[in-house]
Each structure stands twice: as structure tokens, then as C-alpha cells.
């Protein structure tokens, strides 16, 4: 299958979990693909197990000015870039009497501010008719405790597809969001949760499932997979809720 045929794909956040996946299906479906990350001995390490047309570029997407390079580094690559997957993201959670402003910068910084620049950035380079992504998450749904400042970044986020998918219209470039549910990446071990806890919350968020079990990457990896091909070339402004039928069911 090469259903992103000569198609270039930059992913942030691609060393791990999702991105890491999705990176993987991209080059399974025949694009060459850059990712980003923040730490250059897992991008190392990301780019030597996926073994294909994958290059890499150290950027803290948290950090303006490193997103500000970003534009001129993916031009030592490609002049053009056919679909940007905006993945990155952090997840951490707190009564809202516990949440610090270090708290909230830090995820509105990473998710919301660093997800608005690097669109801005690389808006330039987006061939028109290409295809942005953004990965939110179903909390951005859902009224869960402890989850304040990580659902709005994502809820932001969502906003953020339908009012860019407006605005690019005469460049048809087509801005969707995907929404997954609780998958298993190494996301969970980032939260400042003790490790003794974490298969507790797990086991706990699992019985919340209709499906019966986390996703797996690869499955998210699909679906964006759709959205960055032309088979989604009618689908703008959308959001794919990809959750077991947590909120759906
Ligand atoms: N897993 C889930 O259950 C779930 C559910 C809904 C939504 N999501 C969303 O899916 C996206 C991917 O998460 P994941 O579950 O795949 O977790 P993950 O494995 O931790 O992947 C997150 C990626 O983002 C990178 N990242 C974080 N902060 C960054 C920064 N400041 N600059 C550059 N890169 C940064 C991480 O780098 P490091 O490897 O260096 O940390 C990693 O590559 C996130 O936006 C998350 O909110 C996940």
C-alpha cells in the first residue's frame, strides 16, 4: 500500500507513543518523513528503529525560538512539506486548588502555544491542499476531575481545526483533529504520578472503556494516516473520536 506516495510529512513529538507509531505508517505508505522531538538520543534512537526515509530535528516545541528555526532546518530537507502532524503533547493533572502557574505554562506552553507557532512557522512551507493534524484527546469532552489545564490545551486545540480550517480554505489545506481515547504509550510514566500508582490508574481507566482495553499507537497511527491522505480530500474542520467508545457509547 502507498496511499502517501511522495507525500512529505513532518510529525512533532515523533520519538515516541503515537507520533512514533504514525511515523512508522507513513513510511509503510511510501513518505519520506521528519520528525521532531526534544531530546536528540531519542530521536537518535526513534530514526535507527524505523529504518527508512526519516530524518530528525531536535526542537522543544515549548520554546519559540527553537520553533522559530524549526522553518529553515525543514528547508535544509525538503522546500515543501504535503502533511504537518502536530503531536506533541504532555499530560498532567491536579485539583485546581494544586495547579501552579509552572503547571499551567508549561502545558498551554507545550500543547496549545507551541501547536499555534509551529502551524504559524511552517504555514509557508505547506504545499496547498495539504493536510494539517492535530492530536487532542476526548478529555477535552469529558468532565474529569483533576484535568483542568491538560482539557482546555486540548479542547484549544479543537477550536483551533475548525477556525484554521476557515481561514485556509484558499489554500485548501485541509485542518482536521483527531481525538483518542486512553492508548498505551509512554505518555502515563510523564505525568509525575508515583510508578506504584500507575497500574492502578490504568486498571481504573480500562474499566471506563467499552472496548475492554487501551488503543494501541499503530490504531491512532491510521487514522491519521486517513487524514493526511487523499482519502480524506472532503474531510475539513473534523474531529475523529478514535476512544473504545469512552464518550462515545
Ligand atoms: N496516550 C494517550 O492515552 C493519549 C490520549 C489522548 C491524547 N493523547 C495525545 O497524544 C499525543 C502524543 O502522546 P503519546 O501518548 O504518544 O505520549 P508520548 O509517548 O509521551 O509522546 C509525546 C511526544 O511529545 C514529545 N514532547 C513532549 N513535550 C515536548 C516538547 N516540549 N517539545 C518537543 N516534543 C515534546 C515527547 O517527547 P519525549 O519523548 O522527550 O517526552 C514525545 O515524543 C499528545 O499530544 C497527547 O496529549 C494521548
Redesign the pocket.
Given at each position: 500500500m502507498s496511499r502517501l506516495q511522495n507525500k512529505t510529512a513532518l510529525i512533532?513529538?515523533?520519538?515516541?507513543?503515537?507520533?512514533f507509531a504514525t511515523a512508522k505508517e507513513f513510511l509503510e505508505q511510501g513518505a519520506t518523513v521528519i520528525i521532531?522531538?526534544?531530546?536528540q538520543a531519542?530521536l537518535n534512537e526513534a530514526k535507527k528503529e524505523l529504518n527508512g526515509k526519516v530524518h530528525t530535528i531536535l526542537?522543544?516545541?515549548?520554546n519559540l525560538g527553537e520553533i522559530r528555526s524549526l522553518a529553515k532546518q525543514v528547508q535544509q530537507i525538503t522546500p515543501q512539506l504535503d502533511v504537518v502532524f502536530i503531536?506533541?503533547?504532555?499530560?498532567k493533572f491536579a485539583p485546581i486548588e494544586a495547579v501552579t502557574e509552572e503547571h499551567f505554562d508549561e502545558q498551554f506552553n507545550?500543547?496549545v502555544k507551541?501547536a499555534y507557532f509551529t502551524i504559524q512557522e511552517l504555514l509557508p512551507l505547506i504545499k496547498d491542499g495539504g493536510s494539517i493534524i492535530l492530536?487532542?484527546?476526548?478529555s477535552a469532552h469529558m468532565g474529569m476531575a483533576t484535568s483542568s489545564v491538560y482539557s482546555a490545551t486540548?479542547a484549544a486545540l479543537l477550536t483551533l481545526t475548525r477556525t484554521l480550517s476557515a481561514e485556509l480554505l484558499p489554500r485548501r489545506i485541509r485542518v482536521n483533529a483527531i481525538s483518542?481515547?486512553?492508548?498505551t504509550?509512554?505518555?502515563f510514566g510523564?505525568m509525575g504520578i508515583p510508578a506504584e500508582q500507575i497500574d492502578g490508574l490504568k486498571t481504573s481507566i480500562q474499566g471506563q472503556v467499552p472496548i475492554g482495553r487501551f488503543g494501541e499507537?499503530a490504531e491512532i497511527a491510521k487514522v491519521a494516516t486517513f487524514f493526511a491522505s487523499d482519502d480524506s480530500s472532503f474531510v475539513l474542520g473534523a474531529e475523529l473520536i478514535a476512544d473504545g467508545g469512552m464518550i462515545t457509547l
Open positions: 512533532t513529538g515523533g520519538n515516541s507513543g503515537i507520533g521532531t522531538g526534544r531530546s531519542s526542537s522543544n516545541t515549548s503531536n506533541a503533547g504532555i499530560g507545550t500543547n507551541g492530536n487532542t484527546s476526548i486540548k483518542p481515547g486512553p492508548v504509550t509512554p505518555i510523564k499507537p
